[in-house]
């Protein structure tokens, strides 16, 4: 396996959710990996990686979701927004992120005012 490293790649998403990818990929090591706009019945969702998960390393993911981002996200937007953790069988550690549609630009301000607390964080952890 060669050495990886990170880049952020301009990628095609549904209109409605540009505020929001563009929000999640200032975090570094975050990974979208795909990502719905929804519908009027459906939610809007974005699913992601984040930290190294080529080594099945879920305890970054962990922390990053139940130390610093649930709770920062909670706090602006109470529950316009949910996350979840999920375990593939592979070990990878899954991020989803649900969105209330009429809530999406509300989420998208949200993230960019938690992306700059993010450095406290990590000087924290």
Same mark, same amino acid.
């Given at each position: 396996m060669h050495k990886q490293? +990170?880049?952020k790649c301009n990628i095609q998403v549904?209109?409605?959710l540009i505020s929001i990818i563009e929000a999640l990929v200032k975090f570094p090591t975050l990974q979208t990996i795909e990502s719905c706009q929804g519908d009027r019945i459906q939610?809007? +969702?974005?699913?992601?990686y984040y930290g190294d998960n080529w080594n099945n390393d879920w305890r970054t993911t962990a922390e990053f979701l139940f130390d610093f981002l649930a709770p920062a996200l909670f706090e602006e937007v109470g529950d316009s927004a949910h996350l979840s953790m999920r375990l593939h069988p592979s070990g990878t550690a899954i991020v989803d992120l649900t969105i209330r549609r009429e809530c999406i630009e509300k989420v998208g301000h949200a993230l960019n005012i938690i992306f700059l607390k993010f450095n406290s964080f990590r000087l924290h952890s």
């Open positions: 490293c +990170w880049a549904d209109e409605s939610a809007a +969702w974005v699913n992601f």
